[in-house]
């Protein structure tokens, strides 16, 4: 069936953005943090 492809084909591609989009989210927490903690302290 083309539906199953199409449809697998969109859910591999939502995990690969997730699995890139992450990281970087929480690169981007861990530098707040840090700078947050670093003029605190």
Do not use: C, F, N, W
């Amino acid at each position: 069936m083309v539906a199953e492809r199409l449809t697998r084909l969109i859910i591999l591609r939502q995990r690969i953005l997730v699995l890139l989009v992450v990281p970087e989210a929480d690169h981007a927490k861990e530098q707040r943090m840090s700078g947050t903690s670093g003029t605190e302290g």
